[in-house]
């Protein structure tokens, strides 16, 4: 009995937050980069550990392994060692941790009445998966040994526990929640394991992250807020506040990254209790060149891009061709040609978005594709790469058609570049030419009719 109550004593002298839990000390596994930022671990997936939120392993780039420690200013040393990285698309993280503490009762006289020694050691097993491209799970399983030791004797226990998480992402806006000890694990026969959950939510760019926690478990509630400014590639600074109920706790921090290196300082300040300071080594590896943050220079970020200048808009030319008023004018589109790197089939593609359009306008008669090929077939004629006015010439003639649309498509410094040639069969000249530049792939659909348009409204 009096065992349990040196335990209780000391957990109450040493964690005022924590009153009626047992092996508090699993609040102290923290790694420095998040402790110096107010213990920020919810949401930033570039700075995640596998005892925080399972979930941020879903997004996890490359492989990271760390080794730290740290000291609370009262006797007791921390060791933690972290692993985490993805198999395919599974998140996958290791985390252990130590902790050892040893004191003296001592006696109004100065006596040494014996020594008192509290030895943890916690193991994380976590894992994560992207369950939609911006929304991951994660679950974890944990072991945690205690033992004490108060003169000759000593005594130990051991017990498991789960936890769960989950993260949303918006552009760069982050949303996660995490609960530690799903049913309230205890440990020396009736003692509870802290449980805990955590909201969290934070902004982060390149170079500046700022986010905020709150929770609680069975004693009380807790809120921090906490912030990161990259000054250079290779240094950043910390800083937050952790409160709960009357402690508040003030936290500062840095890092210096040195090619896959980096090494990670924090302290956290309290009222009435000993400064928790940690430290620790990071090594990065398996991180792909388009997944890593780039940091610009300052000077580089204020200069002010010159606004995209809008294209100006065509005006067709008219286009004169002998046809009676409401007579249908038939027409036949050509494969386009395909210019590097889009293939043939892909430029197919793009060829059958014009037909459609044409097809959609009660002015023209669009011969089939399959027939158009079945004819030419016959007549031994192929029509691939046929992009020249001769070429469409003969063509239109053995199709009996008036019209024969031909063109290009291509790609040229990441732009679609499409172009477009009418071909008068009866005078063998190209009466009309039109052509676009587009980015983004999802506008050429579009853009396309747009150019179907302009040529009919092009037509006397």
């Excluded at 402790?35 to 879903?58: C, H, K, Q, R, W």
């Amino acid at each position: 009995m009096l065992k349990k109550v040196l335990v209780f004593v000391f957990c109450f002298c040493s964690f005022v937050f924590a009153e009626t839990t047992a092996c508090n000390y699993i609040y102290l596994n923290r790694s420095p980069y998040l402790a110096g930022m107010g213990n920020i671990d919810g949401v930033f997936t570039e700075y995640m550990t596998p005892s925080g939120n399972p979930a941020l392993l879903g997004f996890k780039h490359g492989w990271e392994l760390e080794i730290g420690g740290g000291n609370t200013g009262m006797g007791s040393s921390l060791g933690r060692l972290s692993i985490s990285g993805k198999i395919k698309k599974i998140g996958l993280g290791l985390n252990y941790f130590g902790y050892d503490y040893t004191f003296e009762f001592i006696d109004y006289g100065g006596a040494v009445m014996g020594d008192y020694s509290n030895n943890g050691k916690l193991l994380f097993l976590s894992a994560g998966i992207p369950v939609w491209s911006n929304i991951s799970l994660g679950v974890s399983l944990a072991n945690i040994e205690d033992s004490y030791e108060y003169e000759s004797e000593s005594k130990s226990a051991e017990v498991s526990f789960g936890g769960f998480g989950i993260l949303w992402k918006l552009k760069n806006f982050r949303l996660g929640f995490h609960y530690v000890n799903v049913g309230d694990a205890e440990i020396w026969e009736s003692d509870p394991l802290p449980s805990y959950g955590r909201i969290s939510f934070g902004y982060e760019k390149p170079r500046f992250r700022i986010g905020f926690s709150a929770g609680g478990d069975q004693v009380s509630g807790y809120s921090s807020l906490g912030f990161e400014w990259w000054l250079s590639k290779w240094l950043a600074l910390r800083g937050g506040v952790i409160g709960e109920e009357d402690v508040t706790q003030m936290t500062m921090g840095a890092s210096i990254k040195i090619g896959n290196f980096a090494l990670d300082f924090s302290k956290v300040v309290t009222d009435g209790l000993k400064d928790i300071s940690y430290s620790a080594l990071r090594y990065s590896w398996g991180v792909k060149k388009e997944e890593e943050v780039k940091f610009l220079p300052l000077e580089e970020k204020k200069e002010k891009r010159p606004a995209p200048q809008k294209p100006a808009i065509q005006e067709a030319k008219p286009v004169e061709l002998p046809v009676q008023e409401g007579e249908k004018i038939n027409i036949a589109v050509m494969d386009f040609e395909a210019r590097a790197p889009l293939s043939q089939s892909e430029a197919a593609f793009i060829s059958d978005f014009f037909r459609s359009d044409f097809v959609k306008l009660a002015r023209f008669n669009v011969v089939e594709k399959n027939n158009m090929d079945k004819i030419l077939a016959e007549q031994g004629f192929q029509q691939t790469g046929c992009s020249t006015a001769e070429c469409a010439v003969q063509i239109g003639k053995i199709l009996n058609v008036r019209i024969m649309v031909v063109g290009s498509c291509g790609q040229l410094l990441g732009q679609y570049v499409i172009t477009m040639n009418v071909v008068d069969v009866e005078s063998a000249k190209i009466v009309y030419s039109d052509d676009i530049q587009v980015s983004d792939p999802g506008l050429l659909r579009n853009k396309v009719s747009e150019m179907v348009k302009r040529f009919e409204s092009s037509i006397k």
